[in-house]
């Protein structure tokens, strides 16, 4: 299946600075090209706009002036007559059209937004002033505004007016309150915090505390050449964090990417993020849908349709740890046939044969050779007895050639394009050895089998993430009695915290100094 929703139009190519290498400038070109990013609406205009209205809040007689400037005009021209409807409007949801919901949506089923628009909880009158766009995804737009209560920034969600998009946020209301009050009351976990939610002009809205830029912007801000490993590590320790609470709560969270890990306002200056966006969530054990995560980001079980559990969540974690790294996606494919050979090409290795005999879709990618597949040497002398088509042979049966991305970097193993990778000063011995340590890492996080990928807390202890010495390949304590999911008649998916106490451990033994 060709990708239809999710896609985001094109950011532009990055200024590019001198390299060292042209095949990693054109590769960080065409990527930025490839990867589709949600319009964003931080233009110079409303970032300036906006900052004019801070000054304004701030200095009590500008405020006053500009509260009263009607009655100021009036004064100075008894023939001014000042219309509401005739204020123009700036608007900042884009088509401004309108078409639906007596004309205050367009025609995608968005609220149509514009500075100063309030947002209004009618139970608590509390009123939400929209200032500037932050996103548009596909459940709805997220806008900036201010909060008259506290005094503060918000981000508000508004939700399309549709009501697939409405049961699905609503289930992002009650996993978020769920793990933001039963399971992370502190607010200690590295998950966003919803503040409020509440129905307007036919819209749900959830207000969320306001963060700062994802994890993509900084990586764009950085000439996609990748954040230093101190950072990768800070970065990785807070989502595995988060990553265990959600485990622990039984939460899948289906799109984790760099676009939804937020940088949080700096405390006591320290780096910080946050996951946000549970509108894709689920509890494990009730998955409904098979069509889920971000292309880059997909998991091979759900590539080829296979029962998914918290597992998935590792896979994309693996992806971005490692695009923190290289600053670059691992896995930018145009297809998910191209994603997947990617995978098997880096990786080495394939989905076990039990997995793909299961799976729904192995006949799209794989062709069942009958006996054991003696392997090649991309494949480590693999014994299987699947192979994965040739694109010739998926270009026979779609009567399509399968869509293919460019490799910008050389290919090959994942472990040799982190070390060959020209942007870090592998000199010193110790980041040769924090290298050697964050490629075992990713082994345990990039791995086919589900079953076998380490859980959130397992990696926890790797060396890549408590800074200890790494002195050969981790191997991670046993968890649980290890139940191959869709290989056993009942499987234990732990949604009670389960895990937590099989371990011996609670979430808050779990901290780290950040
Ligand atoms: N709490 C927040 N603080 C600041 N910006 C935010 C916040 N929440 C969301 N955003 C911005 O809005 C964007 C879209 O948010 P979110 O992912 O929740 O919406 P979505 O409709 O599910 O988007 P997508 O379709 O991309 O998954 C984010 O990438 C981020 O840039």
Redesign the pocket.
């Known amino acids: 299946m060709e990708e239809t929703g ?1 896609e985001r139009k094109a950011a532009g190519p990055p200024p590019w600075a001198p390299t060292k290498s042209t095949v990693f400038r054109s590769y960080a070109a065409a990527v930025v090209g490839d990867r589709a990013e ?1 319009p964003s609406a931080r233009g110079n205009g409303v970032a300036a706009r906006s900052s004019n209205l801070r000054a304004v809040r701030k200095r009590p007689i500008v405020a006053r002036l500009t509260r009263d400037i009607v009655q100021t005009f009036e004064k100075c021209n008894p023939e001014f007559n000042y219309v509401d409807s005739l204020n123009p409007k700036h608007f900042l949801t884009t088509p401004a059209v309108p078409v639906h919901n007596d004309g205050l949506d367009n025609a995608n089923s968005d609220l149509i937004l514009y500075v100063n628009l309030e947002l209004v909880n009618k139970k608590s009158d509390r009123r939400y002033i929209v200032e500037e766009m ?2 548009q ?4 737009q ?1 806008a900036k505004c201010w909060d008259a209560e506290t005094n503060s920034y918000v ?1 508000v ?1 508004v939700i399309k007016n549709q009501p697939a998009f409405y049961q699905q946020a609503i289930m992002e209301v009650s996993l978020l309150s769920m793990l933001n009050d039963k399971f992370d009351p502190d607010d200690q976990h590295h998950i ?1 915090r919803m503040l409020d939610f509440f129905p307007w002009k036919n819209h749900l809205c959830i207000t ?4 700062g830029h ?1 994890l993509y912007e900084l990586l764009k801000k950085n000439n996609l050449r990748g954040l230093q490993l101190q950072f990768v590590r800070t970065f990785s320790r807070q989502i595995l964090d988060a990553l265990i609470v959600m485990k622990g709560a039984g939460i899948i969270h289906c ?1 984790l990417k760099p ?2 890990i ?1 940088i949080t306002p700096k405390v006591n200056s320290a780096a910080g993020v946050k996951v ?2 549970f ?1 894709s969530a689920c509890m494990e054990g009730k998955t409904i849908y098979s069509y889920i995560q971000s292309r880059y980001y997909r998991s091979p079980e759900v590539l080829l349709g296979y029962p998914y559990t918290t597992a998935i969540d590792m896979w994309s974690f693996g992806c971005i740890v490692a695009e923190l790294y290289i600053g670059l996606p691992l896995f930018p494919g145009a297809s998910e046939y191209d994603v997947l050979s990617r995978m098997i090409e880096m990786v080495g290795g394939q989905p076990p044969d039990d997995l793909l005999r299961e799976a729904k879709n192995t006949r799209k990618f794989f062709k069942h050779a009958g006996s054991i597949y003696p392997g090649n040497e991309a494949h480590d002398g693999l014994r299987s007895s699947y192979r994965i088509l040739t694109e010739d042979e998926v270009e026979a049966r779609d009567s399509k050639k399968p869509k293919i991305g460019k490799w910008y970097f050389p290919r090959g193993r994942l472990d040799r394009l982190i070390f060959s990778y020209p942007w870090k000063n592998l000199n010193e011995e110790a980041e040769k050895e924090d290298c050697l340590a964050l490629v075992d890492f990713l082994r345990g996080l990039v791995e086919f089998d589900p079953n076998k990928r380490w859980s959130p807390l397992q990696a926890s202890y790797h060396p890549f993430i408590t800074g200890e010495a790494f002195t050969g390949p981790y191997e991670p304590f046993r968890e649980t009695p290890v139940i191959p999911v869709g290989r056993a008649a009942t499987v234990d998916h732990n949604p009670g915290g389960g895990h937590w106490l099989a371990a011996g451990l609670s979430p808050q033994v779990v901290s780290w100094k950040h």
């Not at 995804?137 to 709805?140: A, D, E, N, Q, V």
């Not at 969320?208 to 963060?211: D, V, Y």
Request: glycine fraction near 16%; charged fraction near 25%.
């Open positions: 999710r949600a932050l996103g995804g596909t459940f709805g997220v981000a969600k966003v969320f505390e306001m963060l994802n799109d676009e939804n937020l946000i966006d509108g």
